[in-house]
């Protein structure tokens, strides 16, 4: 079975480009979740989606990340404008509703701002 | 402030000795927690989880036990393999989530070194 796929793997941009994340989550599953990580704050979760809806955005660190799911197999996650602090690797998550159910992260997308 | 912390940043052991990591948490209405593993260049991967009715839980070479009193939770894994060398974090639902482990709040993480 295929797993959470983001792309890109990498990224590397100047400050001030906009950079889009990608998502595909396990087909059935009804939940998915962003994340960033970095060396000072760990794993963070900044925002996480029911049925393509976004239920809690309160991780997001600033009106210059936004993150959408269009549809159940598919979101994204912008930054626009960049800024070099936004370096970090940042993963998706998927998982089914109901009690006990884990999450599956997907291996991430490192982000360098330069 | 950490709501779940893991005090060693790295440990060291040797193939077939037993890994304990430890993570400690502050508020005692948490009801549900998980270990998640790490390799690098990859997400983390769900491991074990115990609920706060239980004071232990074990899956093959890895336990997890849960002291309450003491606000603590530990992974063994018995006998630790060189393939068991990667970070692993806790983590925790908020209070009273009853398994909804919808908004993860994740330690910084062990890196384990297995020697072979």
């Known amino acids: 079975d295929a797993g959470v796929i983001q792309s890109p793997r990498h990224e590397v941009t100047e400050m001030g480009q906009e950079v889009t994340l990608r998502c595909k989550p396990i087909s059935g599953h009804d939940y998915l979740f962003w994340y960033r990580q970095t060396m000072m704050r760990g794993l963070e979760l900044l925002i996480y989606?029911?049925?393509?809806?976004?239920?809690?955005d309160s991780g997001m660190p600033e009106d210059r990340f936004s993150a959408k799911m269009p549809n159940a197999s598919f979101s994204t996650l912008k930054i626009q404008p960049s800024e070099p602090r936004d370096s970090a690797v940042y993963f998706c998550?998927?998982?089914?509703?109901?009690?006990?159910?884990?999450?599956?992260f997907g291996d991430g997308t490192r982000l360098s701002i330069l | 402030d950490q709501q779940v912390k893991q005090n060693s940043p790295s440990l060291s052991v040797q193939e077939g000795r037993i890994s304990i990591l430890n993570c400690d948490y502050t508020?005692?209405?948490?009801?549900?927690f998980l270990w998640y593993k790490k390799y690098p260049a990859e997400g983390p991967t769900f491991l074990i989880s115990i609920s706060s009715i239980k004071d232990k839980n074990e899956d093959g070479r890895f336990t997890v036990f849960l002291n309450k009193s003491a606000k603590h939770l530990s992974l063994h894994i018995v006998p630790s393999q060189p393939g068991d060398s990667a970070v692993y974090f806790c983590a925790v639902p908020p209070p009273n989530s009853g398994g909804s482990n919808y908004k993860l709040t994740f330690g910084k993480g062990t890196l384990l070194t297995v020697n072979p």
């Open positions: 508020n005692s209405m948490f009801d549900y």
């Open positions: 998550a998927s998982s089914y509703a109901g009690v006990n159910q884990p999450q599956h």
């Open positions: 989606f029911n049925n393509n809806v976004p239920i809690d």
